[in-house]
């Protein structure tokens, strides 16, 4: 069995937000949609302050609470537990939204712009109105996913088969790859460094690992 | 926005499916409860409740993206609360109808199970809404069910005292029902805040601590009162249980209005821990919003 994840250091992240522009470029994601984002977290009280950065999105739960409550199927998993939306079945009812915890999840109602006046070219030419409408979320680059599994490559290693925000990733904050190959980087990362995933005590069992302590 | 936020996914039109579903539910029920002692007068009562459900119904088709999809919410009866609730209420409208059309108690008395049904669903469809944590709690079941319950006696009540429904006489057990039902949503209601103390995050806490009193006091102690009232004195009961009915009614409404929408922060963000970042210490956790 194959079960793709991610792993942020947070130790790494300097919140540059790189991955969320490398996200928006590969998807073509409309403006105020941000399927990766890195959120900016200020802690402590003044002199123990505190600055984290945390990269957040669709966590692709294993039990994910999105697809238990979609009433059209549109939200489904597939065996390597990456979660879709099949944006053609998708109603737009907006219950996954209010059921998923990771506010990973978007619905819009027009074709954003950047500016004002008019469309720029690169929006008009990856304009994407099957999105209209309906929830959309981050797939963890599944198409790059296929295609380099398809040409014989391997996801989290060859970055043709690595979602773009890893790849962007300018700190190396952000690893991805099959959790249950106990040879790939992320089994790696998470038996030698102490690991917490989000909400965890909600069940979701998300599979998004955030190191926090640093190689032992 | 790190700390939660209130949910802007759902707004109004989602509210009114859960005030008029659960309403018309209600009346269902209630009538139901009521025709033994007045088999003539559920007419009435059963066509208004199938046209609240409808009217929630079309609020939510209303909201939906992609409206000319609707039939895809039959989809998944096997995990979504949603689509079982589409189901019911396939099964529930027709056969509401048919009791209109035909008023028997064969008809009725499975009219309010599969009403019961419908209210069930709809408190499930919360329940597993698990980015808001105060709709998540296991007490939302209860509290929407007799909220659901009370609105329809409530309404039934409202509907008797007009007028409007067509009895001979004041159908005692329906006025022991109605007390019933604004004690177990009272009750229900105070599990559930006492529930959602640690479990929700402070600004929705904060929402329903507010609105506490108001609910307790016009929406329970008032109505009951009132109803007392118009059983000790039945030269007065009609303009009496009007306003027990409307009380409890209206404050049903608000109450789930302002858990759709103004109590409905989502869970926001955590850390279980901050990180230790370069030669430095990790330190504590962090989850704003919530103390």
């Known amino acids: ?216 | 926005m790190i700390a939660p936020s209130l949910q802007k996914y759902w707004d109004g039109r989602a509210a009114g499916n859960f005030v008029f579903g659960g309403a018309g539910s209600g009346l269902i029920i209630s009538t139901a409860i009521a025709t033994p002692f007045n088999t003539a007068s559920m007419s009435a009562a059963l066509l208004i409740g199938a046209c609240l459900i409808a009217l929630g119904l079309l609020l939510v088709w209303f909201e939906i993206g992609r409206p000319l999809r609707f039939i895809n919410v039959l989809r998944n009866p096997y995990t979504s609360w949603m689509s079982r609730e589409a189901w019911t209420a396939i099964v529930l409208l027709p056969l509401t109808l048919a009791a209109f059309a035909l008023p028997t108690r064969g008809l009725v008395i499975p009219a309010a199970f599969v009403a019961l049904l419908f209210l069930y669903c709809q408190a499930r469809i919360l329940r597993a809404s698990a980015g808001v944590p105060t709709w998540r709690q296991r007490g939302t079941m209860a509290l929407i069910v007799t909220t659901g319950l009370t609105e329809g006696a409530g309404l039934y009540l409202l509907l008797y005292a007009t007028g409007l429904i067509d009895v001979l006489s004041l159908p005692i057990p329906l006025l022991i029902t109605a007390v019933l039902f604004i004690g177990g949503r009272y009750a229900t209601w105070r599990s559930w805040l006492h529930e959602l103390q640690g479990n929700a995050p402070t600004e929705s806490l904060s929402v329903m601590r507010t609105f506490a009193k108001q609910f307790i006091v016009v929406g329970h102690l008032l109505p009951i009162v009132l109803i007392v009232v118009a059983w000790l004195i039945p030269a007065i009961s009609d303009i009496v249980l009007a306003v027990s009915g409307v009380l409890v009614l209206l404050s049903g409404w608000t109450f789930k209005t302002r858990l759709i929408l103004s109590a409905s922060h989502i869970q926001g963000f955590a850390i279980e821990h901050t990180p230790a970042r370069g030669g430095g210490r990790s330190g504590p956790g962090v989850k704003p919003g919530w103390s």
Not at chain 1, 17 to 40: E, M, S, Y
Not at chain 1, 156 to 185: K, M, Q, R, W, Y
């Open chain 1, 1 to 216: 069995m194959t079960r793709y994840v991610m792993v942020a250091d947070l130790n790494r992240c300097v919140g540059c937000q790189t991955c969320t522009a490398a996200c928006k470029h590969a998807n073509a994601t409309t403006p105020g949609v941000q399927w990766r984002r890195v959120l900016d977290i200020e802690s402590g009280e003044y002199p123990d302050v505190r600055r984290t950065f945390v990269p957040v999105g669709c966590m692709h739960c294993s039990e994910p609470p999105c697809m238990e409550v979609c009433p059209s199927t549109a939200t489904r998993q597939r065996d390597d537990g990456l979660v879709t939306i099949d944006y053609d079945l998708c109603i737009g009812c907006g219950y996954c939204m209010v059921a998923c915890p990771y506010q990973a999840r978007f619905k819009v109602t027009s074709i954003g712009k950047a500016y004002k006046n008019g469309h720029m070219s690169h929006e008009q030419s990856r304009e994407h109105r099957e999105r209209l409408n309906v929830a959309q979320k981050c797939t963890f680059c599944i198409d790059r996913i296929d295609a380099g599994l398809a040409a014989g490559l391997t996801p989290g290693e060859d970055v043709d088969a690595t979602p773009a925000c890893v790849n962007s990733c300018i700190a190396d904050a952000l690893t991805f790859g099959d959790i249950e190959d106990s040879d790939s980087h992320v089994s790696q990362l998470l038996r030698e460094q102490r690991s917490f995933r989000m909400h965890e005590e909600l069940g979701t069992e998300p599979g998004f690992y955030y190191l926090w302590e640093g190689a032992s």
